[in-house]
């Protein structure tokens, strides 16, 4: 089993920076690839980008391209998502996953162990 836990969300203005980490602890070794999903009210949730554990290969929804950035600490087995230029739109909850075999990335039924999401909220 993996457990993960989030960290760093938070109440922030528009255009505003803030960075989010994902603590993965247990089975470690035998996660693939992790990644960030966000729900926001009313919504279903959606894949916002992911990275490979091994090689650090890095993807993303083209709503957060050129302003997000993942990536990863694997002596801490964390991960972190920047977010700069931050919109009112990406207000939600952000939740970290984590995937053991190489699966299709984007979509949220191929992970396998979740955290329990960070609220970021963004004021305009």
């Known amino acids: 089993q993996v457990q993960l836990a989030e960290s760093g969300g938070g109440l922030v203005q528009a255009g505003g920076s803030l960075r989010l980490s994902c603590a993965a602890s247990?089975?470690?070794?035998?996660?693939?690839?992790m990644g960030w999903f966000r729900q926001a009210p009313g919504k279903e949730r959606e894949f916002v980008a992911a990275i490979t554990i091994i090689g650090g290969s890095t993807y993303y929804a083209d709503s957060v391209k050129g302003r997000f950035t993942i990536s990863r600490d694997n002596a801490k087995n964390t991960v972190y998502l920047q977010m700069s230029s931050l919109k009112s739109e990406d207000t939600a909850v952000y939740y970290c996953?984590?995937?053991?075999?190489?699966?299709?990335?984007?979509?949220?039924?191929?992970?396998?162990?979740w955290g329990q999401g960070t609220q970021v909220t963004v004021s305009s």
């Open positions: 996953a984590a995937i053991r075999v190489p699966r299709q990335l984007g979509y949220a039924d191929g992970y396998d162990y």
């Open positions: 247990g089975r470690t070794s035998s996660i693939y690839a």
